[in-house]
Protein backbone atom coordinates (compact mmCIF):
# COMPACT_ATOMS: atom_id res chain seq x y z
CA UNK A 1 0.00 0.00 0.00
CA UNK A 2 1.52 3.67 -0.94
CA UNK A 3 2.49 5.94 1.69
CA UNK A 4 -0.69 8.48 3.05
CA UNK A 5 -0.71 11.46 1.50
CA UNK A 6 -3.27 13.35 4.59
CA UNK A 7 -0.37 14.67 6.89
CA UNK A 8 -2.90 16.21 9.48
CA UNK A 9 -6.20 15.38 9.30
CA UNK A 10 -7.42 17.42 11.74
CA UNK A 11 -6.31 19.80 9.75
CA UNK A 12 -8.00 18.98 7.01
CA UNK A 13 -10.95 18.76 8.50
CA UNK A 14 -10.76 22.28 9.76
CA UNK A 15 -10.25 23.21 6.43
CA UNK A 16 -13.42 21.45 5.32
CA UNK A 17 -15.24 23.34 8.23
CA UNK A 18 -13.83 26.55 7.10
CA UNK A 19 -15.11 25.91 3.65
CA UNK A 20 -11.51 25.88 1.89
CA UNK A 21 -12.32 24.99 -1.74
CA UNK A 22 -10.10 21.87 -3.20
CA UNK A 23 -8.06 24.11 -5.84
CA UNK A 24 -7.26 26.16 -2.41
CA UNK A 25 -6.25 22.49 -0.32
CA UNK A 26 -4.69 21.19 -3.48
CA UNK A 27 -2.29 24.27 -4.07
CA UNK A 28 -1.72 24.54 -0.44
CA UNK A 29 -0.81 21.14 0.48
CA UNK A 30 1.84 21.49 -2.68
CA UNK A 31 3.14 24.24 -0.72
CA UNK A 32 3.22 23.42 2.56
CA UNK A 33 4.35 19.49 2.11
CA UNK A 34 5.37 19.58 -1.40
CA UNK A 35 2.53 16.53 -2.07
CA UNK A 36 0.35 16.95 -5.26
CA UNK A 37 -2.92 16.08 -5.16
CA UNK A 38 -6.33 16.09 -7.01
CA UNK A 39 -9.64 16.48 -6.15
CA UNK A 40 -11.49 13.29 -5.85
CA UNK A 41 -8.65 12.96 -3.11
CA UNK A 42 -10.25 15.82 -1.02
CA UNK A 43 -14.54 14.68 -2.05
CA UNK A 44 -13.09 10.97 -0.98
CA UNK A 45 -11.47 12.21 2.24
CA UNK A 46 -14.78 14.22 2.98
CA UNK A 47 -17.29 11.47 1.83
CA UNK A 48 -14.98 8.55 4.46
CA UNK A 49 -14.98 11.35 6.86
CA UNK A 50 -18.98 11.93 6.84
CA UNK A 51 -18.48 15.58 6.17
CA UNK A 52 -21.10 17.80 4.53
CA UNK A 53 -21.40 17.88 1.00
CA UNK A 54 -19.41 20.87 -0.71
CA UNK A 55 -22.84 21.45 -2.80
CA UNK A 56 -25.95 20.85 -2.92
CA UNK A 57 -27.49 18.67 -6.07
CA UNK A 58 -31.61 18.78 -5.75
CA UNK A 59 -32.49 16.76 -8.72
CA UNK A 60 -35.99 18.20 -8.20
CA UNK A 61 -34.86 21.59 -8.76
CA UNK A 62 -32.56 20.77 -11.91
CA UNK A 63 -33.76 17.37 -13.33
CA UNK A 64 -31.47 17.44 -16.58
CA UNK A 65 -28.53 16.89 -17.83
CA UNK A 66 -26.87 20.66 -18.34
CA UNK A 67 -24.78 20.73 -21.21
CA UNK A 68 -21.62 22.63 -20.47
CA UNK A 69 -22.51 25.87 -22.76
CA UNK A 70 -25.65 26.48 -20.37
CA UNK A 71 -23.86 25.02 -17.18
CA UNK A 72 -23.59 29.25 -15.87
CA UNK A 73 -27.07 30.40 -17.19
CA UNK A 74 -28.67 32.78 -14.79
CA UNK A 75 -31.40 30.72 -13.75
CA UNK A 76 -29.72 27.94 -13.52
CA UNK A 77 -27.53 29.81 -11.44
CA UNK A 78 -30.96 30.75 -9.25
CA UNK A 79 -31.77 27.59 -9.00
CA UNK A 80 -28.38 26.28 -7.66
CA UNK A 81 -28.91 29.06 -4.74
CA UNK A 82 -32.86 28.03 -4.11
CA UNK A 83 -31.54 24.59 -3.31
CA UNK A 84 -28.97 25.89 -1.48
CA UNK A 85 -31.28 28.07 0.52
CA UNK A 86 -33.81 24.68 0.81
CA UNK A 87 -30.71 22.83 2.48
CA UNK A 88 -30.40 25.54 4.95
CA UNK A 89 -26.43 26.25 3.66
CA UNK A 90 -25.55 29.95 4.32
CA UNK A 91 -25.84 32.64 1.20
CA UNK A 92 -24.62 35.36 0.69
CA UNK A 93 -26.67 38.58 1.07
CA UNK A 94 -26.22 39.27 -2.45
CA UNK A 95 -27.40 35.62 -3.24
CA UNK A 96 -30.78 36.37 -0.81
CA UNK A 97 -31.42 39.23 -2.81
CA UNK A 98 -31.16 38.26 -6.35
CA UNK A 99 -32.83 34.99 -4.89
CA UNK A 100 -35.75 36.93 -3.74
CA UNK A 101 -36.14 39.49 -6.76
CA UNK A 102 -35.62 36.08 -9.22
CA UNK A 103 -38.36 34.98 -7.63
CA UNK A 104 -40.37 38.10 -7.25
CA UNK A 105 -40.53 37.97 -10.71
CA UNK A 106 -41.40 34.58 -12.00
CA UNK A 107 -44.65 35.20 -9.75
CA UNK A 108 -45.20 38.39 -11.57
CA UNK A 109 -45.00 36.77 -14.99
CA UNK A 110 -46.83 33.03 -13.26
CA UNK A 111 -43.40 31.33 -14.78
CA UNK A 112 -41.27 28.56 -14.10
CA UNK A 113 -37.71 27.99 -15.98
CA UNK A 114 -37.77 25.45 -18.49
CA UNK A 115 -34.68 23.81 -20.01
CA UNK A 116 -34.56 23.00 -23.95
CA UNK A 117 -30.84 21.40 -24.29
CA UNK A 118 -30.93 21.80 -28.00
CA UNK A 119 -31.48 25.56 -28.21
CA UNK A 120 -28.81 28.14 -28.40
CA UNK A 121 -29.72 30.25 -25.21
CA UNK A 122 -30.40 26.44 -23.11
CA UNK A 123 -32.88 27.68 -20.70
CA UNK A 124 -36.02 29.64 -21.14
CA UNK A 125 -38.89 31.27 -18.81
CA UNK A 126 -42.18 29.92 -20.05
CA UNK A 127 -46.06 30.45 -18.70
CA UNK A 128 -46.28 28.00 -15.10
CA UNK A 129 -48.89 25.01 -16.52
CA UNK A 130 -50.75 22.79 -14.69
CA UNK A 131 -48.82 20.52 -12.58
CA UNK A 132 -45.44 22.92 -12.47
CA UNK A 133 -45.93 23.11 -8.82
CA UNK A 134 -42.46 24.26 -8.35
CA UNK A 135 -40.17 26.87 -10.25
CA UNK A 136 -39.55 24.56 -13.12
CA UNK A 137 -41.74 23.54 -15.64
CA UNK A 138 -41.43 19.43 -14.74
CA UNK A 139 -39.51 17.42 -17.82
CA UNK A 140 -41.16 14.50 -18.37
CA UNK A 141 -38.06 12.20 -17.43
CA UNK A 142 -35.34 13.30 -15.64
CA UNK A 143 -32.12 13.36 -17.38
CA UNK A 144 -29.76 14.23 -14.36
CA UNK A 145 -26.72 12.13 -14.65
CA UNK A 146 -26.27 12.12 -10.77
CA UNK A 147 -29.00 11.93 -8.08
CA UNK A 148 -28.79 13.75 -4.91
CA UNK A 149 -25.76 11.96 -3.32
CA UNK A 150 -27.67 12.79 0.20
CA UNK A 151 -30.91 10.26 -0.50
CA UNK A 152 -30.50 6.95 -0.27
Known amino acids: MGKRKIQDETEVIRWFKEGRTYAWMIKTY ?6 DTVPSMWGNFRRRRGLDRRIVRDDDLVPWFVKEEHRWA ?3 RMLRIEARQRAEKELTESDIARLSS ?5 EEENAVVHYDPDTEQGFFYVPRQEGDDDLIHEPDQKTTPRRSADRD
Open 30 to 35: KEKYGI
Open 74 to 76: YPL
Open 102 to 106: WKEML
